[in-house]
């Protein structure tokens, strides 16, 4: 049946490529609306000629797109997630070719949008395609979600599958999002790390004082906002803040997992021109990427890097936590605001992006065959990813529904996905359908 499938993908591969470079020549800004709602009706197109029923979500913003088909009795239902909204384009001098006017160089297809995520939910929609064509029947059944905000944060993904599957939900879900692991290996990923974003401001006199003459006299913010920063963590990287620390310990198969991912940490750290990593010392590479983190992200008096010898008059840190299972997101908002209430009231805190994590135990059902099918499709044992360091609105179904949730990336590690020169190697995304393709198959009983 791979062999068929495999055969299917050659057969069809000038077409698979003229499908991608049409998507991708689609603008789908969801932060200023470029694109939409063209870029909506383009998702329900592309669902339907892959044999899939489209319908469009009457929901806020730019529309969730949904597409289903019926499998055998019996056989689980799987929800595959994507999201057809891209980054803006940013600098446009700093692209070889034009972000919307996809080109292939070097084996790559180049243009916003390739990898993450229009190539990857692609892959998934031909692989559903492909069986089809060659089986005449899925074997299992699909419901197929592509979303329109990922990357405004998914603020209206909740409410949309709550009221999708308010009826019956789906046994599973599987998504195809960011790069494989860096030794360049096909990886199987059981969650994602949530996010808060937030900004403390802190504020003195009416103006900029000189430091001299009001030196000792008028308040400074930034000393303050320092002082309310180093409340809040430790130098060993413990956070302080009474009631954010509430994370699930990891199990025995998730630090068996970790532990069997390759790393060169002198490499990686060298590779970025440093030669330490953040304390704890001990604590091992991966399992880094499995814990909540505070970061300031930037400190500022608002100065225009002037640095004048002066008493500034205001101060901002921009900071934000990754949460992991066991973390909430309006959880961890209480427990910052009731820290800043208590060591500086004055101090101005404001949240911004928001996302709870994910997490999918390897003990799961499912997890056996989502290996199976992936190395069958890839021609390679894949690696067992217990998180990815970064968020993704996956917890809309492992949180919302309650069902375990599988990430299959697909993209090379140097996908660039965010930046000028966004691209998606061919090989990667043709080998893709037939991998997604076999993941249905094992999800069904047929591998």
């Not at 998934?124 to 395609?129: A, D, I, M, P, T």
């Not at 789906?170 to 990923?189: F, I, M, Q, Y």
């Amino acid at each position: 049946m791979l062999d068929k499938l495999a055969d299917w993908v050659d057969a069809h591969r000038d077409e698979a490529v003229d499908l991608w470079a049409d998507w991708i020549r689609q603008p789908s800004v969801s932060s200023d609306g470029t694109g939409f709602p063209a870029a909506t009706e383009h998702a329900a197109g592309l669902l339907e000629s892959c044999g899939l029923t489209p319908s469009i979500a009457d929901n806020p913003g730019r529309p969730v797109v949904f597409g289903t088909a019926d499998g055998p009795p019996g056989a689980p239902h799987v929800l595959i997630y994507g999201h057809y909204d891209v980054q803006p384009p940013g600098p446009l001098e700093e692209w070889a070719s034009p972000p919307f006017e996809p080109t292939v160089r070097d084996g790559r297809m180049f243009g916003r949008g390739t990898g993450d995520n229009k190539g990857q939910h692609l892959a998934q929609l031909l692989g559903l395609r492909a069986l089809r064509e060659v089986t005449g029947s899925l074997p299992c059944r699909v419901t197929v979600l592509l979303d329109g905000e990922e990357e405004i944060g998914s603020p209206n993904l909740p409410a949309a599958v709550q009221q999708r599957f308010a009826g019956a939900k789906p046994d599973l879900a599987v998504w195809s999002d960011g790069p494989v692991h860096e030794s360049g290996r096909a990886t199987v990923v059981l969650g994602v790390r949530g996010v808060l974003a937030f900004q403390l401001r802190a504020t003195g006199a009416n103006a900029p004082l000189h430091s001299g003459n009001w030196g000792g006299v008028a308040p400074n913010p930034a000393w303050r906002l320092v002082q309310l920063l180093a409340s809040m963590r430790d130098a060993e990287g413990t956070t302080l803040i009474e009631g954010v620390d509430t994370a699930d310990p990891l199990t025995g198969a998730e630090l068996e997992a970790l532990h069997a991912l390759p790393v060169d940490v002198a490499a990686a750290l060298h590779g970025i021109g440093v030669d330490a990593m953040e304390p704890p010392a001990a604590r091992p590479y991966y399992e880094r990427l499995t814990r909540p983190t505070f970061t300031i992200n930037s400190l500022t008096c608002e100065d225009a890097g002037e640095h004048r010898t002066v008493i500034p008059n205001v101060a901002v840190a921009k900071c934000d936590m990754r949460l992991v299972g066991g973390q909430r997101v309006e959880q961890v908002r209480d427990a910052i605001q009731r820290h800043v209430r208590k060591h500086d009231p004055s101090i101005e805190v404001t949240f911004g992006a928001a996302m709870d994590p994910s997490r999918t135990l390897p003990e799961t059902p499912y997890t056996a065959a989502i290996l199976r099918g992936w190395a069958a499709g890839h021609g390679e044992e894949p690696l067992l990813m217990p998180a990815l360091g970064g968020s993704l609105p996956i917890a809309g179904f492992s949180e919302v529904l309650d069902i375990p949730c599988y990430g299959v990336p697909l993209a090379n590690v140097d996908e660039r996905n965010h930046a000028p020169n966004e691209n998606m190697e061919l090989d990667r995304f043709l080998r893709g359908i037939t991998g997604c393709a076999a993941v249905q198959l094992a999800l069904g009983g047929a591998l």
